[in-house]
């Protein structure tokens, strides 16, 4: 396997370490609040004391960029935890039993995949109302069926490998093909496809907050920073820069890391 995809882990984890340490690590630094208004101070650009400048409000930006940081990653977080394990039953279930129930599972997950994830989230958060609980929510149900679909394929596979065969005719039930014998050849599978899932999200949840539609509006979401900010684009560009800086390093990072592991789990995709 090539070295480079190596370095798209390091250049990966690089990237998500930086944006978790301003959100995480860089409070415990600089002690600031993001409601604090300064009017004298309005739309001020970065300086010693404000690194990332004011906003209209004269609020430190970079306080709301590391509030947005917590807020991202933890929607992602939950949004593909709660995805996976659905994906990772519903596609155990296609895949091993197949027939009849393969056909209905697979017509029920081509007539979610017939919506685009983004404008369903959209349709289910605008009906619900916006809140985080609503957010994951609504991209929970439109996020499982790209991770059932693809633990449907490698359950078809696996489970006419001999080991799954011979646990079978030793006697071993359903249940116990699938927890021990296949699930655990699929943790590899699972982990580059979460990585994707969760630059996926953080678009989504970045998307459905410039809207209005994802965090409460006194949640100072990147989305909802990149919305703000765009109002004062010639005379303040430092309150869209920064967040969307931090939204295309934490998306970019995720994506390098999903690109690495692919490869170093699959040497032939390096080829």
């Known amino acids: 396997m090539s070295k480079k995809y190596f370095y798209f882990i390091y250049a990966g984890l690089f990237g998500i370490a930086l944006v978790l340490f301003i959100g995480f690590a860089l409070p415990l630094f600089f002690d600031f609040d993001p409601n604090q208004m300064n009017l004298e101070e309005q739309l001020k650009g970065p300086s010693a004391k404000h690194i990332m400048g004011q906003d209209e409000n004269g609020s ?3 306080a709301k960029v590391s509030i947005g ?16 394990f659905i994906g990772l039953i519903i596609g155990s279930l296609s ?3 197949g027939g009849k129930v393969d056909q209905i599972i697979m017509r029920f ?3 979610v995949q017939a919506f ?3 404008l369903l989230a959209l349709a289910l958060v605008a009906a619900l109302g916006p809140s985080i609980k609503n957010l994951i929510l609504a991209m929970v149900l439109t996020g499982w069926s790209g991770f059932a679909r693809l633990v449907r394929g490698e359950v078809l596979y696996i489970k006419e490998k001999e080991f ?6 030793l006697g071993a039930g359903n249940f116990r093909q699938i927890t021990k014998y296949i699930w655990p050849n699929l943790y590899g599978t ?16 970045s998307g459905l907050s410039f809207l209005g539609l994802g965090a409460p509006p006194t949640t100072p979401t990147w989305g909802a920073l990149l919305n703000s900010g765009r ?3 010639e005379e303040a560009p430092h309150l869209s820069l920064f967040p969307g800086l931090a939204i295309i390093i934490f998306i970019l990072g995720f994506n390098l890391l999903g690109d690495g592991l692919r490869a170093y789990l699959d040497p032939k995709s390096a080829s």
Request: no cysteine.
């Open 109 to 111: 997950i081509d007539m």
């Open 60 to 62: 430190d930006v970079l």
């Open 231 to 233: 109002r004062f684009l």
């Open 95 to 97: 895949g091993f039993f």
């Open 190 to 205: 699972l982990s580059v496809q979460a990585t994707f899932a969760m630059a996926g999200a953080i678009i989504t949840e």
């Open 69 to 84: 940081a917590r807020v991202s990653l933890s929607v992602a977080l939950f949004t593909v935890i709660f995805s996976a």
């Open 164 to 169: 799954v065969q011979g646990a079978r005719a």
């Open 116 to 118: 685009p994830n983004f």
